[in-house]
C-alpha cells in the first residue's frame, strides 16, 4: 500500500486539499465573455459582407446587450480579485506571455468599442433619438462613417476576445484538464454559438432567424468534435491527462457534463433547430436558452473540474 | 488531521455538485487570529532577549526576538549551547503560541462549587488567593502534620514549591518524569553503574558507530541533542538498528529494523547478550578490569539463544546474529540507547538492567562514541535557613515496598493521599505545579480518588487544563517567556549555565512561581527561605560565585566552563571505582539480589491482547509535547489532533475507512470520551493500534484542543507496577473498535 | 549567481519544524504555510521505506507563475529567485493556479505569498530560517553557481531529484535520495 500524507497539517485555504481559488466568477466572466466576443463577430462580419440590412438583428440590434454584459463579465472580475485595491495595475504593464493581461486589454479595448456601436445604432431602438451635444453628434457621425473601419477592429478584437476565454485556462500547464490546446477553439466555438442563439432572439426576419440557426446548427457540430477530439487526446497522453478526463468519464462530473453541457446544451438544441429548419413549430427561446445554458455549464464544469485535476508526485 | 494529497479522484459527485453551487463557502477556514499586518518587519536583527526553553525539559538555550513594539515574534537557538547547537525543535520553535493562547489562565481562582473537575470559579486577587492557600496549608498542619501535604511537578517552578514545601515540613515532592518515565531506566543503571543516566542523556550519539534503538523513537521523540546526533551518526555511515513493533520514522532511517513483537524485547535482549558472550565479542579486558558478576551472567543467558528468542519476538534468529554483530564490529564505539519513556511492561527495569549490560559487555559506557561522562557546573544555591525534617514520607504509604527508587513516585503520592487502614496520616493538601495529572497518571479513577480525599488542591498551571477543574485554587503562572527562572544547569560534555529572562511583561494577572512561592511562604511565616529582595539579585549572587554576572549572562546568554573532573571518557586502563556495593559495574545487581529481587533479569512473558482486541501502543508527535502543547496556535497548526494508526488488514476486518471516526473501547469497559480519526498504514502491525500521546482535552476553555482527537490517557487503566522501584507500567492495555458511543459507559 | 537548495530525504524526520520556522520568520498567517511536509510510505508491514521531504516554492528556472502573472507582481529577483510584489499583486489567483506544486497561496491580505528563499536573511549573510533552524542539518543551500557552496558540493556527493520535471518548470530545490 501507498501512503502519501501531508503532515505538516497544511490547509492553506483555496488550494487545500484541491484547488479552489476561481469561483463562479471567472466562469461566469468567460461565458459573458464568449457570448459578447460571438455577437460582436457576427455583427463585425455582417457589417463588413454589406448585409446589414438584411441582417440587422445581427448588425444593429443584438449588440445592444453586450456593453451591459461586458459590465457585469468585469464586475466578476473584479470581484473576484482579492486584491482589489491594486486592480490598476493590470494596466500599467503590457505582459504578452500572461492571458489575464491579455484579456484586461482586450477588454479595455472592445469594451468602449461595444458602447460605440450601441450609439450608432441606438436608433434602431429609439427611432427619434437626436444627439444634442455638438461633440456626440460630431463623433457619431464619424463612426457612422467609417462603420466598416470599426467593425474590422471589432472582427479581429472579438476573435481575440473569444480565444482568450479558452487560451485562459489552456495556459494552465500544471492542471491536466486545461492542458489542452483544443480548450481554445472550443470555448471560441461556444462562444460564438451563443452568440449566433443570441441573435436568433434578436432577429427580424425568419430568413436571418434560419441562417443563425444553421449556423449555430454548425458550430455545435464543431464542439462535438471538438470535445470527442479532446478526450482522445487525453486518454492517450500522459497519466496525470487519462486521470484527469477520468472526472468527465465514471468521475464525478461525469453526470454534470454529459448531461448539461452536451445533452442539454448541445444536442437537444441541435434536434430543435434541425427541426425548425424542417418547417416544425419550435419555441423561438428555447433551443436558444437551452444553448446559452449550456455554454454556461461548460464554462463552470471547466473551471471547476479543471481546478480538481493535478499532477501527481 | 494530516489529509490525503492526491485526492481528487475520489471525491463524490456530491461534493462536485457543491463545488459547482458553491458549497466551497461552507467548508470552514480556520480562524485568521493571527493575521498580520501589511508590513515588512522582520526579527531578523531586532532586539533579543535570553531564554531556555519549557516547552520539554531538554531546555534548550535561546534568543527571543521581538519587534519594535516589543511583541514576540520568533524563538531562536542559542549557538553556544550544547544542548540544541543554535536549533531548536518544532516546539521550541512554536513555543511563541504559549505565549499568545489567548485561552491562557488569566487571573487567579478560587472554586465556587464542588471539585468536580469543572472550572467552577471565581476570580480573586491574588492576596485572597494565596491567603485561602496559606490558611488551607496551616489548617492542614495543624490538623494532621504538615508532612500530609505534597507537591506534584514537572517544570522550572518545582524549585521554589520544592523549597516552599521542605520549608515548611514536607518531603513528598514527586514529578511524573520519574515513575511514568525513566524511573525504571535510572534504577536499573544505578544497580549497574552506580549512576543513573539523568537528563540530557549522556549518549555520544554523534561519534558513534553503532546506534541500537529500543523504543525509542528519535525523530518523533524530538529531544533535541539526540536528534540532531542523530543525524550526524547518519551522516558518518554509522549502523542504525531500530526495535520497535511500529515502523517508527526512526525506523525508516535505520539499516536493520526488527519489528519486535511488543512487550518481548527483554528476549531479545537476552539473546543479544547470550551471543556476545558465546561468540567472545564482548570487551574482554573491560569486563574483566571493570564489571563483576561475569560467570553467573554467562551461565545464566546460556539458554537464552536466538531461536528461543525468535519464538518469542518473531525477529528470525540471523537477523539477532547479524545485529549482535554490528554491535560488536563498531564496539566500544555502540549505544544500546536506554530509552527514556521505559514504564511499559512492569518488569522495566529488569529489561532497562538488560540494556546496561549489553552496554557494559560492549564496553561502551565512558568510550566514545558510547556513553561520556559528564559534567555539571557547580552553582551553589542561594543561602536559605536548613529545612527541618519531616516526621513521615510517602514511602511510610508503601509497606517497604519500591525501596530502590531513589526518587519520589508520583503515583506513590497518590496512593498516600487515598485512605487506607494501614496509615494513620493521609495526605491532605496538593500542590500541583506544571503537571497535568489526569492526563499524565494511568488509573485515572485512582487520581481522581486521591483527589476527592485532599482537603486542599492547589495548581499552578499557565493553562485551564484538565487538572484545574479539581482545584480549589488556581494560580496562573505566566509562560517561561514572561519571566525569570533558575539557572539552568543540566550536565552534558560541557558544564554550562544558561539564563532565562522575561522577554516582555507577563500577560494578564500572571505571575511567575518564585514570586507566587515566595509571596506565599511570607503568608506563612517562611520567608527566610526566599531571602533575597529581587529574584534577579539572587541570580546575580549565584552567577558571580562562578565568576560570571547578570549582565554577561543577559548579553550571552549561555557561559560553557571547563571541564573540572577529568576527560570526557576513561582513559586507557584507568582505574575507576563505581557508586555499586562492589565497586564494580554490576552485571550481577548485589543491589538486587538484597531486595530479593532476580540480580540478572529474567524474561517473563506478557499477557497478550484478547481477540478482537488490539495493544494500545502510544508516543509522541515531534511538533507536540504530551498535553501541554494541545492548544499552541502554532502547534495545533501543524497538527490539531491525533489518529489512530490501524493495519491495512485490521481496517479490512472492521471495515475501516481513512478518516472515518471511531471509540476506542478497552478491556475495562472504558470508552474514549472523543472519538478518533482513522489512518490506515503499514506501519503499525495488525495487532496493535498506535495514537499520540496528549490529545482529547474535554475542557472547552481550551479551544483549540477541546474534543480533537482522543486521549490515550484514559484509556490506560491497567497498570503494570514494577516490583522494583514502583514504575507504571503502561503498555498492558488493549482496545477495540466501537461505532458509537453508549452514555452508561462511564470512564 | 543561482540559488539552490538541496533537502536530504535520508536524514529528514518530518518534524515540521522548518514549517513553524518559516511562519514565525516571515509572519505567515496561522492557517497558511509556504512550506510544508509530505511523507510518503511503500511497502506491506514489515517490508516498508518511507520518504519525507519538506517542499516549497522551487524557484523554478522556467516558472509559469511568472508568465501568467498579469501585472508583473511575480517576478525573478537576482539568483532566480521568485518572488512576489504584494503591492503590484492584484490577487487574481492565476500564478496559484498555474503553479503545479501548489506553492503558492492566498494571503488573507489579499495579496499571493510564498517562499521567498528568505532573501531577507541571504542578504545579511544568513541562511534562510528553515535551513537555519532544521534539527538534522538536512537542508542545505546556497549558490549552485559556486563550486564550493554547501549545495553545490552535497549535488555533486549525492543523487537527487527534483519534483515533477515533467512539468517542465526547472525546479530548484532538489531531493537527495
Ligand atoms: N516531540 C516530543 N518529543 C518528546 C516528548 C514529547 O512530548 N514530544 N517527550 C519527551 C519525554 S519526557 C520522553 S520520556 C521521551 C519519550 O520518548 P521515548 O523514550 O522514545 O519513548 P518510547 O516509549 O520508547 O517511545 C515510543 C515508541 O516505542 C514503541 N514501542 C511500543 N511498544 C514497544 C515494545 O514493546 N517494544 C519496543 N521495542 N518498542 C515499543 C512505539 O512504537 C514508539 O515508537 O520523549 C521526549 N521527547
Ligand atoms: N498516557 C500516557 N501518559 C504519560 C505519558 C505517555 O506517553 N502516555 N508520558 C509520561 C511521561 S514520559 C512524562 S515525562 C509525563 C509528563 O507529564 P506532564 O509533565 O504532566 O505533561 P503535560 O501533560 O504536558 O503537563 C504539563 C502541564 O504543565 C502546564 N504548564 C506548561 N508550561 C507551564 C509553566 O511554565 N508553568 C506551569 N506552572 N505550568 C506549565 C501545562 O499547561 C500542563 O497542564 O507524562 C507521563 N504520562
Ligand atoms: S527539545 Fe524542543 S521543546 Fe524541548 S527544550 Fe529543546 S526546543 Fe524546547
Ligand atoms: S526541519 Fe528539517 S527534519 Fe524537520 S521536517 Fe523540516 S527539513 Fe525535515
Ligand atoms: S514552484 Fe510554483 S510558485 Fe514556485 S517558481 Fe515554480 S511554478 Fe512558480
Ligand atoms: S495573484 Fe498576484 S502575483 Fe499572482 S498572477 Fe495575479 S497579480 Fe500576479
Ligand atoms: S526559505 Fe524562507 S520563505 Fe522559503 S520556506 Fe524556508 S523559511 Fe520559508
Ligand atoms: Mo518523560
Redesign the pocket.
Known amino acids: 500500500m501507498r501512503e502519501e500524507l501531508i503532515t505538516s497539517g497544511r490547509m492553506n485555504a483555496h488550494i487545500d486539499p484541491h484547488l479552489e481559488i476561481w469561483h463562479w466568477h471567472i466562469p461566469l466572466y468567460l461565458f459573458l465573455g464568449g457570448l459578447t466576443a460571438g455577437i460582436l463577430f457576427f455583427a463585425a462580419l455582417y457589417t463588413i459582407l454589406g448585409k446589414e440590412e438584411r441582417y440587422a438583428g445581427a448588425v444593429r440590434r443584438a449588440p445592444v446587450v453586450v456593453p451591459f454584459l461586458l459590465i457585469i463579465g468585469l464586475a466578476a472580475l473584479f470581484l473576484d480579485l482579492r486584491h482589489k485595491l491594486y486592480f490598476w495595475q493590470l494596466y500599467t504593464t503590457i505582459k504578452l506571455e500572461s492571458p489575464m493581461s491579455w484579456g484586461a486589454w482586450t477588454l479595455m479595448a472592445i469594451t468602449p468599442i461595444s458602447v460605440i456601436w450601441l450609439a450608432i445604432h441606438i436608433q434602431e431602438f429609439f427611432p427619434k433619438w437626436e444627439w444634442k451635444n455638438i461633440i456626440l453628434k460630431d463623433l457619431n457621425g464619424f463612426f457612422v462613417k467609417n462603420k466598416v473601419g470599426l467593425a474590422w477592429v471589432m472582427l479581429v478584437l472579438s476573435l481575440i476576445l473569444g480565444i482568450y476565454t479558452g487560451i485562459l485556462f489552456s495556459a494552465f500547464n500544471a492542471r491536466p484538464l486545461w492542458n489542452t490546446s483544443i480548450l481554445g477553439p472550443l470555448f471560441l466555438a461556444s462562444g460564438l454559438s451563443a452568440g449566433a442563439a443570441t441573435i436568433i432572439l434578436f432577429a427580424r426576419s425568419h430568413d436571418e432567424r434560419l441562417l443563425f440557426a444553421r449556423i449555430d446548427l454548425m458550430l455545435i457540430g464543431i464542439e462535438l468534435f471538438l470535445i470527442i477530439h479532446m478526450f482522445m487526446g487525453f486518454r492517450a497522453s500522459t497519466q496525470v491527462q487519462i486521470e484527469a478526463s477520468g472526472l468527465f468519464l465514471g468521475g464525478p462530473y461525469t453526470a454534470p457534463f454529459w448531461i448539461f453541457v452536451v445533452m442539454l446544451g448541445m444536442v437537444v438544441p441541435a434536434f430543435l433547430e434541425i427541426l425548425e429548419l424542417r418547417h416544425k413549430k419550435i419555441p423561438v427561446y428555447l433551443p436558444v436558452a437551452l444553448v446559452l445554458f449550456g455554454s454556461l455549464m461548460l464554462r463552470f464544469i471547466i473551471a471547476y473540474a479543471g481546478q480538481f485535476s493535478r499532477w501527481l508526485y | 488531521m494530516a489529509h490525503k494529497r492526491r485526492d481528487f479522484i475520489k471525491i463524490s459527485s456530491l461534493s462536485a455538485a457543491g463545488l459547482l453551487f458553491g458549497a466551497h463557502q461552507l467548508r470552514s477556514a480556520r480562524p485568521d487570529f493571527n493575521k498580520t499586518p501589511f508590513s515588512n518587519m522582520r526579527p531578523v536583527g531586532s532586539v533579543r532577549t535570553s531564554t531556555y526553553c519549557?516547552?520539554c525539559?531538554w531546555k534548550c538555550a535561546g534568543w527571543v526576538y521581538k519587534d519594535q513594539e516589543g511583541n514576540i515574534k520568533k524563538i531562536v537557538g542559542n549557538d553556544d549551547d550544547t544542548n540544541c547547537n543554535g536549533r531548536l525543535c518544532p516546539r521550541g520553535t512554536g513555543g511563541v503560541g504559549?505565549y499568545y493562547d489567548q485561552d491562557r489562565l488569566k487571573t487567579p481562582l478560587i472554586r465556587v462549587a464542588g471539585a468536580d473537575g469543572q472550572q467552577t470559579f471565581r476570580e480573586a486577587s491574588w492576596d485572597e488567593a494565596l491567603d485561602v492557600v496559606a490558611k488551607g496549608l496551616a489548617k492542614i498542619k495543624q490538623e494532621h502534620g504538615a508532612e500530609c501535604t505534597a507537591l506534584l511537578t514537572?517544570?522550572?517552578?518545582g524549585h521554589y514549591f520544592g523549597t516552599l514545601l521542605k520549608a515548611f515540613g514536607s518531603g513528598n515532592i514527586a514529578?511524573?518524569?520519574y515513575a511514568?518515565?525513566?524511573g525504571p531506566r535510572e534504577v536499573a543503571f544505578i544497580a549497574t553503574y552506580g549512576e543513573g543516566l539523568n537528563s540530557p542523556e549522556p549518549t555520544d550519539i554523534r561519534d558513534t558507530r553503532c546506534l541500537v534503538l529500543i523504543g525509542s523513537h528519535l525523530g518523533e521523540n524530538m529531544h533535541n541533542g539526540q536528534v540532531q546526533e542523530m543525524s550526524d551518526a547518519i551522516d558518518k555511515g554509522a549502523t542504525i538498528i531500530t526495535v520497535d513493533p511500529r515502523f517508527s520514522t526512526a525506523a525508516s532511517k535505520s539499516k536493520f529494523w526488527l519489528p519486535i513483537k511488543p512487550a518481548t524485547d527483554l528476549a531479545l535482549l537476552l539473546s543479544w547478550i547470550h551471543l556476545i558472550i558465546e561468540n567472545n565479542w564482548y570487551d574482554e579486558e573491560y569486563v574483566e578490569k571493570y564489571t563483576y558478576g561475569f560467570e553467573q551472567l554467562k551461565q545464566h543467558v546460556k539458554s537464552y539463544t536466538p531461536e528461543w528468542a525468535y519464538g518469542i519476538t518473531t525477529i528470525k534468529p540471523d537477523v539477532i546474529r547479524e545485529t549482535a554483530r554490528e554491535m560488536a564490529n563498531a564496539a566500544p564505539s555502540v549505544i544500546v540507547h536506554p530509552g527514556?519513556?521505559v514504564?511499559w511492561y512492569g518488569d522495566d527495569t529488569q529489561r532497562l538492567r538488560a540494556v546496561a549490560i549489553l552496554n557494559a559487555l560492549l564496553g561502551s559506557w565512558g568510550r566514545r562514541g558510547g556513553f561520556f561522562v559528564p559534567e555539571k557546573a557547580e552553582v551553589p544555591d542561594y543561602p536559605h535557613p536548613p529545612f527541618p525534617k519531616p516526621a513521615r514520607t510517602w514511602r511510610d504509604a508503601m509497606d517497604g515496598k519500591f525501596r530502590l527508587a531513589d526518587l519520589a513516585l508520583a503515583n506513590g503520592v497518590c496512593e498516600a493521599t487515598i485512605p487506607s487502614v494501614r496509615m494513620d496520616c493521609h495526605i491532605k493538601g496538593w500542590i500541583v505545579?506544571?503537571?497535568?495529572?489526569i492526563?499524565?497518571?494511568?488509573d485515572k479513577q485512582k487520581t481522581l480518588e486521591a483527589i476527592k480525599s485532599l482537603d486542599l488542591l492547589v495548581v499552578?498551571?499557565?493553562?485551564p487544563?484538565?487538572?484545574?477543574g479539581y482545584a480549589d485554587v488556581v494560580l496562573p503562572?505566566?509562560?517561561?517567556l514572561e519571566?525569570w527562572d533558575d539557572l539552568r544547569i543540566v550536565q552534558g560534555r560541557v558544564p554550562n549555565v544558561a539564563l532565562r529572562m522575561p522577554a516582555t511583561d507577563p500577560l494578564y494577572d500572571t505571575k511567575p512561581?518564585y514570586w507566587i512561592a515566595k509571596k506565599l511562604a511570607g503568608k506563612m511565616g517562611l520567608g527566610d527561605y526566599f531571602a533575597w529582595e529581587n529574584f534577579e539579585d539572587s541570580l546575580d549572587w549565584q552567577l558571580k560565585q562562578i565568576g560570571s554576572s547578570l549582565d554577561e549572562m543577559k548579553r550571552i546568554g549561555v557561559k560553557n566552563l571547563p571541564r573540572e573532573y577529568g576527560p570526557l571518557y576513561f582513559q586507557d586502563g584507568e582505574d575507576k571505582e563505581f557508586y555499586t556495593n562492589t565497586g564494580k559495574i554490576e552485571l550481577y545487581s548485589t543491589a538486587f539480589a538484597e531486595e530479593g529481587f532476580d540480580p540478572l533479569p529474567v524474561y517473563t512473558p506478557h499477557q497478550e491482547p484478547p481477540a478482537g482486541y488490539y495493544r494500545l501502543n502510544?508516543?509522541?508527535a515531534p511538533m507536540h509535547?504530551?498535553?501541554?502543547?494541545a492548544n499552541n496556535p502554532n502547534l495545533t497548526d501543524l497538527m490539531d489532533e491525533n489518529v489512530v494508526w490501524v493495519n491495512p488488514k485490521v481496517a479490512k476486518e472492521w471495515g475501516l475507512t481513512a478518516g472515518q471516526e471511531v471509540y476506542l473501547q478497552n478491556q475495562d469497559g472504558v470508552v474514549s470520551d472523543f472519538p478518533i480519526k482513522v489512518r490506515i498504514t503499514e506501519r503499525i502491525r495488525f495487532d496493535s493500534v498506535y495514537m499520540v500521546?496528549?490529545f482529547g482535552h474535554n475542557h472547552k476553555q481550551l479551544s483549540r484542543a477541546h474534543g480533537r482527537g482522543a486521549?490515550?490517557?484514559q484509556l490506560?487503566t491497567r497498570v503494570l507496577v514494577d516490583p522494583i522501584m514502583g514504575g507504571t507500567g503502561?503498555r498492558g492495555n488493549f482496545v477495540t473498535f466501537r461505532f458509537e458511543k453508549e452514555s452508561e459507559v462511564e470512564s | 549567481m543561482r540559488y539552490a537548495m538541496a533537502i536530504d530525504t535520508k536524514k529528514c524526520v518530518g518534524c515540521a519544524d522548518c514549517v513553524v520556522a518559516c511562519q514565525t520568520e516571515n509572519m505567515v498567517p496561522i492557517g497558511y504555510c509556504r512550506d510544508w511536509i509530505v511523507e510518503v510510505t511503500d511497502g506491506t508491514y514489515p517490508q516498508l521505506e518511507i520518504e519525507i521531504r519538506s517542499e516549497r516554492c522551487n524557484h523554478c528556472d522556467n516558472s509559469p507563475c511568472v508568465r501568467c502573472c498579469p501585472t508583473g507582481a511575480s517576478h525573478y529577483v537576482e539568483g532566480g529567485i521568485v518572488k512576489v510584489t504584494q503591492h503590484k499583486c492584484i490577487g487574481c489567483g492565476a500564478c496559484i493556479a498555474s503553479c503545479p506544486y501548489d506553492a503558492r497561496y492566498s494571503h488573507p491580505d489579499g495579496y499571493v505569498d510564498k517562499c521567498t528563499f528568505c532573501d531577507h536573511r541571504i542578504k545579511l549573510g544568513e541562511q534562510p530560517a528553515c535551513v537555519a533552524v532544521c534539527p538534522t542539518k538536512c537542508m542545505y543551500f546556497g549558490d549552485l553557481d559556486d563550486p564550493n557552496s554547501e549545495v553545490s558540493k552535497v549535488l555533486k556527493k549525492r543523487k537527487y531529484k527534483s519534483l515533477i520535471p515533467e512539468a517542465g518548470t526547472r525546479p530548484h530545490v532538489f531531493y537527495l535520495i
Not at chain 2, 505545579?433 to 495529572?437: H, M, R
Not at chain 2, 499552578?460 to 493553562?463: H, I, K, S, Y
Not at chain 2, 509535547?625 to 502543547?629: G, K, M, P, Q, W
Request: proline share 4%; charged share 20%.
Open positions: 519549557e516547552v525539559f504559549m514537572h517544570g522550572s517552578g514529578a511524573p518524569s511514568q518515565c525513566r527514556r519513556h514504564t505545579n506544571g503537571t497535568n495529572l492526563m499524565t497518571l494511568p499552578v498551571d499557565t493553562m487544563m484538565e487538572i484545574t503562572e505566566c509562560t517561561y519571566r512561581a502510544y508516543g509522541r509535547t504530551f498535553s501541554r502543547t500521546h496528549g486521549s490515550d490517557s490506560i503502561m
